[in-house]
């Protein structure tokens, strides 16, 4: 009877132990689909942000690239064909685009931007057990465009460090214009020491370093800005006549004629220049004490064409009184330095009678500009390679009546919604 106890009491034992392993086989077959969702679930939702990350990119550089079209003058049609290609080219695929100029909501509806909006549906994977149909993905964005006013001062280096560098005492007033530099330099831009200036605004495809406050009329320096273009870029240059001219040295007071000075000018006392093209090939030196003027009568103005790597040294105790054509093909100009030269420095200053009025154009060169002048009714720009200030002027830009154009100022793009 013992006996028969013991096996029954086994028997149970087993019966008991076997019962416990399918009840954790079938919960484990319930819960199955629970874990592998869930595990689905944290790698699916890290594919949704990762591809939202990703459509907020492209809506970004669509908007970017729309906004390029419009500055271009383009119409609404380019604008939507140039973001939809940007869109197309970073992956957008079967997804789909709508573009705005201006944008229809947020706070930029009155503004100059553009607007895209991208959606997409993305496939589910492991989530699919449960729910079906496809996840909709959306992304926004907002390029607005600030327009810059013209420039009076621009430096054409892409790469260099102060760029436009105004320094020492100086004080510049900037009366309608701007500073821009096209170099991409974290001091494109520098006011240092006790300079003071004045403009519209500073603008640089680069920033902009200020050791002391300047007075602007846009809210804050333009940063990060795209270039302008060289607004000489198609000025031709002039082409040399015979026979080579010269300067008297002898003479204390002389009119000299235009055409090409193969010796380059060293001008010394009262000397006047009679209106037209002067191609100098060698340096000129306006020395102290001259007196350099537009011979009368002055009916349109001179332009100094400096040939190959040709500078020009003004010294600060020389009166200079010119104007720039106001027609023809030289119109507004009244130094153009040669594009083809090698890098040269050009120094220009003077007494506080002089007047240089038109286009101080110097593409290969730094140009120093140190006196404390500038043009008839202010009317003067530089335009060089980069350009130091130190002297004391204020510069207007009203001057179309001189025959002077305007310089645009690159305009600025940015997203920002």
């Not at 699916?44 to 970017?64: F, G, P, R």
């Not at 795209?226 to 870029?233: I, N, V």
């Not at 140190?370 to 530089?382: I, R, W």
Request: glycine letters at 10%; hydrophobic letters at 40%.
């Amino acid at each position: 009877m013992a006996t028969f106890d013991r096996i029954f009491r086994n028997f149970l034992s087993r019966r008991s132990r076997s019962g416990e392993s399918g009840n954790v086989a079938i919960i484990f077959a319930f819960t199955l689909p629970i874990v592998v969702g869930g595990a689905g679930l944290g790698v699916e939702t890290s594919y949704w942000y990762y591809s939202s990350l990703k459509l907020q990119a492209t809506a970004d550089a669509a908007a970017y690239a729309g906004a390029l079209e419009k500055i271009a003058g383009s119409n609404t049609a380019a604008i939507t064909t140039a973001a939809t290609q940007s869109a197309a080219s970073n992956g957008l695929g079967t997804g789909t685009i709508i573009v705005h100029t201006p944008p229809t909501s947020g706070p930029n509806t009155a503004n100059k931007a553009v607007e895209v909006i991208l959606t997409k549906k993305l496939d589910r994977i492991f989530t699919s057990i449960f729910v079906r149909g496809q996840v909709p993905e959306k992304a926004r964005a907002v390029a607005l465009i600030t327009d810059a006013s013209k420039a009076c001062v621009l430096a054409l280096n892409q790469s260099a460090s102060q760029a436009a560098l105004f320094s020492g005492s100086t004080s510049v007033k900037l009366t309608g214009c701007s500073v821009m530099s096209n170099s991409t330099a974290a001091d494109a831009i520098k006011v240092q020491g006790s300079a003071g200036l004045q403009a519209d605004c500073l603008i640089s495809a680069g920033g902009v370093s200020l050791s002391n406050p300047v007075t602007t009329v846009c809210k804050s320096p333009i940063t990060q800005a795209l270039p302008a273009s060289d607004p000489f870029s198609s000025l031709p240059a002039p082409a040399a006549t015979n026979p080579c001219r010269s300067i008297n040295g002898n003479k204390t007071t002389q009119t000299i004629l235009a055409g090409t000075y193969c010796s380059g000018m060293n001008l010394n006392g009262n000397v006047a220049l009679s209106t037209g093209t002067y191609v100098v090939q060698g340096n000129l030196k306006i020395n102290a004490g001259a007196v350099i003027t537009c011979a009368a009568p002055c009916t349109n103005g001179v332009t100094i064409f400096m040939a190959g790597s040709s500078t020009v040294s003004m010294n600060g105790n020389a009166t200079v009184n010119l104007s720039a054509p106001t027609s023809g093909t030289y119109s507004g100009v009244l130094f153009y330095g040669d594009r083809t030269g090698a890098s040269a420095k050009s120094n220009f200053n003077g007494t506080a009678n002089s007047l240089l009025t038109g286009a101080i154009y110097f593409p290969r060169q730094e140009v120093d500009y140190l006196g404390n002048f500038s043009g008839k009714n202010g009317c003067t720009q530089v335009v060089a390679d980069t350009i130091q200030w130190s002297g004391n002027s204020t510069i207007n830009q009203d001057c179309k009546s001189l025959g002077m154009n305007d310089i645009p100022a690159a305009p600025s793009v940015a997203v920002v919604e």
